[in-house]
Structures are given as structure tokens and as C-alpha cells.
């Protein structure tokens, strides 16, 4: 891993408490990608940016986009939406009109796995990679499971984010940057980011606040910002996108639905009947 931060330095200077929820997932995801190979860099395969395009275009098309999850728990719901297959649920997500997946790539919180990003391959969709990145290594395993984006946390990351940006992109790996607040929005300008995310969760101790878009869009004024975190209905993804955000990225809500190509389809009636 050379050029890259010690993974085990990253995760004990978080400045995060202990018995913190985020602390907890970085502690148990070192010790899994010290057993990981780093694998040879790749040149990426073009510079579509498949990702970035396919929110864009359906803020173009929609007047918003959304990134679907496939999570089946977390550290403070544990086992929320355990034994949910994979690929009805992502087919209902590519069915009511979500833009791109996030799947979950930790296992020991999320239940996540790497393998399902391959398994989601034939949707015909852009994946991110949503893990908690602290080693290069991880950038290969999200390559080599064909995602086209990676979640970087700059909670996590911090002066290291740019670099990380930087190797992403190296293995065709868009990356996108999550923020917490607004004192982390240096890392991102350094890391250029074109996807930035603002999550709305506390990750110290994962309650909800509403984050705001307008010094996002100050910040990256040509940036697609994405909220994160807290989107319970079709509603408050669409307050969230009519608010100045360009995506929204939902999980949880979507898992929990009995009708997730239907939730889907109310956000983007929703944001017709806003836009007529």
C-alpha cells in the first residue's frame, strides 16, 4: 500500500469515540482488509463516467435522480431486511426508475457482500461500491466486482481523500465523496470531486439532522449533490431533490417497502407534478 496512509492509523486517528456506530464498522472492516490483496492497477476503461452520466441525465430527464440501496441491516437496526434476495430487489429498483444501485460491500454490520455487485451485473445499471474505504486495497476489490462508483468517507479519510480520489480513478472508479458537514468541504475541492454527498447522519452517533444544499451548490457549483441518510417517503425525497439537491440516495425506506418499484414510482410522479 505504498503512497497510501496505514489503514490502522486512518481508523485510530478518527477523532470518533469507541462505542461510536461508525467506529465500531471501520474497526471490524480493518480487520478484513488486512487480509486483502491489493491486486494490480488497472487503467480505467474510458472516461464516460457512467455514473455521474446516469444521474445527470436523469436530472435532465426527471428533474432528479435516485440511487437505490440494497442493505439489509445496519449497526443500530441490526438485521433490518435480512433474507432479501438480491436481484428481485434490485430488478424493482431498475423497475420504478432508480437511476443507479449502492450496494453494501461490509459484511459484519451491513451484511453486505462484494459478490453482489457482481451478481447485479446484467441490470444494466451503474453500481457504487458503498463501503467504508481505508486501504487501497478495497479500490481493487470495488473494481474487480465491476462497480463504477466508490463511497469515500472524508469523516474517514480526511487530507487523505484526495489521494483516494485519485487511485479510484486510476481503476476506472468514480469517486464520491461523503461529507458530514461543512468543515470537511476541503477535502472534496482537493479531491475534485464531481459527486458529493452530503449524509445526514451523525456519525458519531447516527441520529438525523437536515442538511442543506445551498452551501454545497456553493461550494461545487458543478457537482451533482446527492443527500444522503433520512428519506423515510417518496415525499421527502422529492422536498430533498425540489430543494437543490440533484440525487438522493435512499436504503432503508426502500428495503422496509412491501412495493419498492411503487415507492420509486411516487418520487417520480412526484417530481412531474412539481415541475408542471
Known amino acids: 500500500m505504498s503512497g497510501f496512509p496505514d489503514p490502522r492509523v486512518l481508523v485510530r486517528e478518527t477523532g470518533l469515540p469507541p462505542s461510536s456506530p461508525l467506529q465500531r464498522v471501520l474497526v471490524a472492516e480493518l480487520d478484513r482488509v488486512l487480509q486483502m490483496q491489493t491486486g494490480p492497477e488497472l ?15 436523469a436530472v435532465r430527464v426527471r428533474g432528479g ?44 454490520f451491513f451484511r453486505g457482500n462484494p459478490e453482489h455487485l457482481r451478481q447485479a451485473a446484467g441490470l444494466g445499471l451503474p453500481k457504487l461500491y458503498k463501503g467504508f474505504v481505508i486501504a487501497e486495497a478495497q479500490l481493487a476489490e470495488a473494481a474487480a466486482c465491476g462497480a463504477q462508483a ?10 487523505h481523500t484526495a489521494a483516494f480520489a485519485a487511485a479510484a ?26 459527486l458529493v454527498g452530503i449524509n445526514a447522519r451523525d456519525l458519531s452517533t447516527f441520529t438525523l439532522g437536515e442538511p442543506s444544499a445551498a452551501p454545497l451548490r456553493r461550494a461545487f457549483p458543478d457537482a451533482v449533490l446527492i443527500r444522503e441518510s433520512g428519506l423515510a417517503t417518496p415525499g421527502d425525497a422529492v422536498a430533498s431533490l425540489r430543494a437543490g439537491f440533484d440525487a438522493v440516495l435512499m436504503g432503508e425506506a426502500l428495503m422496509r417497502s412491501p412495493d419498492p418499484e411503487d415507492f420509486l414510482a411516487r418520487i417520480l410522479a412526484g417530481l412531474a407534478r412539481a415541475a408542471s
Not at 480505467?44 to 441525465?57: H, I, K, T, Y
Not at 440494497?70 to 431498475?94: C, E, I, V
Not at 466508490?150 to 487530507?159: D, F, P, Q, T
Not at 468514480?174 to 479531491?191: C, G, I, S
Open 43 to 57: 487503467p480505467p476503461p474510458g472516461d464516460d463516467r457512467p455514473f455521474e452520466s446516469a444521474l445527470r441525465e
Open 65 to 108: 435522480a435516485v440511487i437505490a440501496e440494497y442493505k439489509q441491516a445496519s449497526p443500530t437496526l441490526g438485521p433490518f431486511a435480512a433474507g432479501t434476495p438480491l436481484l428481485p430487489q434490485l430488478q424493482a429498483y431498475r423497475d420504478g426508475g432508480a437511476a443507479a444501485f449502492s450496494i453494501l460491500a461490509e459484511p459484519a
Open 150 to 159: 466508490v463511497l469515500l468517507i472524508a469523516r474517514v479519510l480526511k487530507g
Open 169 to 194: 480513478r486510476a481503476r476506472g472508479l468514480e469517486p464520491l465523496v461523503e461529507l458530514h458537514d461543512l468543515t470537511e468541504v476541503p477535502f472534496a475541492l482537493a479531491a475534485e470531486a464531481r
